[in-house]
């Protein structure tokens, strides 16, 4: 144990809890599971935490849950473990903590992470070297953080994973994304069918806004011809069929063209 650090009993009433901690939902079994746990053998591993100035208490850096119990074991005192260190260190320390120890919904990850972010000023890649993740991991979780608000309570509440919500992430735009939320949630579609699905819309978005190009330019060309004219196309092929009524019709055609 360094200097900076000591192992200290403390009153458990003047434990804050540091916002950094990313962890906001704590299931009533596990902690009552945890408590039972403490009543029997106490608390093996102590919680992490940092005086506060002017004995105002002490703010917990790592371990809210084993708190959490301890109080419902009905400790009044608790073994802590004492520490120094700048407000990045503890920040980091919370958010790996808690993603090592008990697994964060996906949603409390990217919190803690864009928290990290705003508050340090932090560049994703710096921020995954100081954590050790790779920079695209940061990337997909804060991510999550710009799908609707609906998509967002399926995904803290386990109704989708956070293999849907890429899939959704990519389609373009807000009222598309809640479409197929609502599609995967009512039919329980697998990750793997939710990738198919997307793709196959994400297809027919593209189907039609070709269509749309399409018509757009025979419109175009029949005002500029004055005549009936279909134009119809697949990727990079189609073909241009021009009508007319008489060979007059025709030769007006082939002058607009330029065809003697």
Request: avoid cysteine; aromatic fraction near 2%; proline fraction near 3%.
């Amino acid at each position: 144990m360094s200097k900076s650090e000591e192992l200290r009993d403390i009153d458990i009433s003047r434990i804050q809890i540091s916002q950094a901690q990313p962890r906001r939902h704590f299931a009533r079994d596990e902690i009552a599971q945890l408590a039972a746990s403490i009543r029997a053998v106490g608390v093996i591993h102590p919680p992490v935490v940092k005086e506060l100035p002017n004995g105002q208490g002490y703010e917990l850096i790592a371990g809210e849950r084993r708190v959490r119990a301890a109080k419902e074991a009905g400790l009044t005192v608790i073994r802590v473990l004492v520490r120094g260190g700048d407000a990045l260190h503890d920040a980091q320390l919370a958010l790996i903590e808690n993603v090592q120890r008990v697994d964060l919904n996906p949603l409390e990850v990217a919190r803690g992470l864009k928290r990290l972010v705003e508050s340090f000023g932090l560049t994703q890649r710096e921020l995954a070297r100081r954590i050790g993740k790779r920079r695209s991991t940061i990337a997909n979780y804060l991510r999550l953080l710009a799908l609707p608000d609906t998509i967002q309570q399926s995904l803290q509440q386990g109704l989708i994973t956070m293999g849907h919500a890429k899939a959704i992430l990519s389609l373009p735009n807000p009222k598309e994304q809640e479409a197929m939320h609502r599609e995967i949630v009512k039919s329980g579609a697998t990750v793997r069918r939710t990738e198919e699905l997307v793709r196959l819309r994400s297809s027919q978005e593209r189907d039609s806004d070709e269509k749309l190009h399409l018509k757009h330019l025979q419109g175009s060309i029949q005002q500029r011809l004055g005549g009936r004219v279909e134009l119809k196309g697949q990727g990079s092929r189609g073909k241009l069929i021009l009508h007319y009524d008489d060979l007059d019709d025709l030769d007006r055609i082939l002058t607009a063209l330029g065809v003697e």
